[in-house]
């Protein structure tokens, strides 16, 4: 996917999200979490400020909403403290790409653990 | 005793009850995108009248549809996202959760889609979805007076229906 598309998906995720919450039985939807398509899950965790992270993973993989949790951490710890970074521009912090790739492959060691 | 011990923000929804008080609503969509069945088991928030509710369930599907299809990892080539596909053709999906609900969609060869939605916390319910296509091959299509593409008014299908979705748990 290029950037274009990686834009179209993320635009009409965020639409899908929104509808969700309409098309909810009972009051207090806060939107999709987990989407689990023939060949991957994909969950989704909303701050509370509205950023959304994603992680695709193999179906049928457990504990995902830690990982997203710590990834936000990493975000908020790396990026948005980041003197240099303005908001709602692409990222690229180096820090933050590192440590992003040692909590993933924390969290693979640990998945192989279990 | 715990005072502040809430850190949950969202309010989850009651556990489903041991009688099975479990599925909210189910939809049946052809492939044109035409609700044939509605049935509503426990809804108590209506924010839209049905026919848009229908529409916005419909689209709801397609633009989920074919965001997998484009995001699958496992091909190479892939369309242009929103490019309408056969059924069948693609990476599709077959449930997605929120912290209210829980949607497990089905979509036959035929283009049928039956949808049915439930408590967050349900399992599976790909089989469930395969036993409810069952009912309705039996009880609507092999019924003679009934006219494919019509509203289904068989009161047959409607009560084994009933029935079943009371069982899943």
Partial sequence: MDTNDSLRVASLWHSMHAISQQLSPTVGCLGIELLEADTFDLHCFQSLTGTKFFVVCEPGTQHMEGLLKVIYELYTDYVLKNPFYEMEMPIRCELFDINLSQAIQKDRVALLGR | ?169
Avoid at chain 2, 37 to 50: C, D, I, K, M, Q
Wanted: contains cysteine.
């Fill in chain 2, 1 to 169: 005793m715990q005072f502040f011990g809430g850190s949950d923000i969202s309010p989850s929804p009651p556990a489903p009850t041991a009688s099975g008080n479990n599925a909210h609503m189910m939809y049946v969509f052809n492939r044109n995108g035409v609700c044939f069945l509605y049935r509503e088991w426990n809804r108590p928030l209506h924010t839209l009248n049905a026919q848009q509710d229908h529409k916005l369930m419909f689209g709801l599907l397609f633009s989920l549809k074919s965001l997998t299809a484009k995001m699958d990892p496992t091909s190479m080539d892939k369309g242009n996202l929103g490019v309408p596909q056969l059924p069948g053709q693609g990476c599709s999906f077959h449930s997605f959760r929120t912290n209210t609900y829980k949607l497990s969609f089905m979509e036959t060869p035929s283009g049928i889609k039956i949808i049915l939605i439930t408590h967050p916390k349900t399992g599976d319910l790909r089989e469930s979805l395969k036993y409810i296509y069952n009912l309705y091959v039996e009880y609507v299509v092999k019924n003679p007076i009934y006219t494919p593409g019509a509203p289904i008014r068989c009161e047959l299908f409607n009560t084994s229906l009933d029935q079943y979705v009371r069982s899943i748990s």
